[in-house]
């Protein structure tokens, strides 16, 4: 019985875990500035290395603590078309001669099979998925090579229900746009998540009774 109890607890655990699977974001979701260094006592100069700026340069981001707008537009479309067909025949003849025993005569006869087999199988699927907004994200790291690994989330309470957006990947400054604006299609390892919750959300959920059953019928 204990056996069976615990197999049933795995089944269970196994079928909510198929059920809610999570996109993997690199976390931590923001990070916080390097605390600025202490400001001299002024020297009376026009020129102040504390607070230089380059005058040629924009505002783009390049430090950690840094903010960037990210114009989330994937779109993907997917089709595979399969197709097979097998057909065999074989067919088989055998005669027996005429056979004398005895001063009898015993006629031959004439044995014949044939076989087919045909097979035809087909297959077609499609996915046509469109994700659009905006999210704006934290810079967690600058790589050696320049590149920052960015990440954010936005959440968004509707009701009794909830909505969030979770983003992460690597930006190359180079792909900035002015205001720090980038697309989401020129970020590398882009991992994309949107989920909601709520009554909206559980009423699309399956319940655990009816996973079971789909996990162990064998039909």
């Known amino acids: 019985m204990a056996v069976g109890a615990a197999a049933s607890v795995m089944l269970v655990l196994s079928g909510c875990s198929s059920m809610l699977r999570t996109v993997e974001v690199q976390q931590p979701m923001t990070a916080k500035p390097a605390a600025a260094p202490v400001r001299s ?25 840094d903010t960037i707008t990210v114009n989330i537009n994937e779109k993907l479309n997917a089709s ?11 067919s088989t003849t055998a005669a027996l001669q005429d056979v004398s025993i005895a001063g009898r005569t015993i006629k031959g006869g004439a044995v014949s099979g044939s ?8 297959g ?14 934290t810079v967690i790291e600058v790589l050696q090579n320049g590149n920052l690994l960015v990440s954010g989330e936005k959440q968004i309470g509707i009701n009794t229900g909830s909505e969030f957006i979770r983003l992460s990947g690597v930006v190359n400054p180079v792909t900035i746009l002015g205001g720090n604006v980038v697309s989401s299609t020129q970020i590398a390892d882009a991992r994309l998540e949107y989920r909601g919750t709520g009554s ?12 079971v059953f789909q996990t162990v019928l064998p039909f």
């Open 41 to 65: 006592a002024g020297n009376g100069a026009i020129f102040q290395s504390i607070a230089y700026q380059p005058l040629f340069e924009d505002r783009r981001a390049r430090n950690v603590g």
């Open 80 to 90: 595979k078309t399969a197709s097979t067909n097998a057909n065999r025949k074989g």
């Open 115 to 122: 076989s087919e087999l045909k097979f035809a199988g087909a």
């Open 124 to 137: 077609d699927s499609g996915a046509n998925n469109v994700f659009t907004g905006t999210i704006t994200v």
């Open 200 to 211: 909206i959300d559980e009423a699309q959920t399956m319940g655990w009774m009816a996973r």
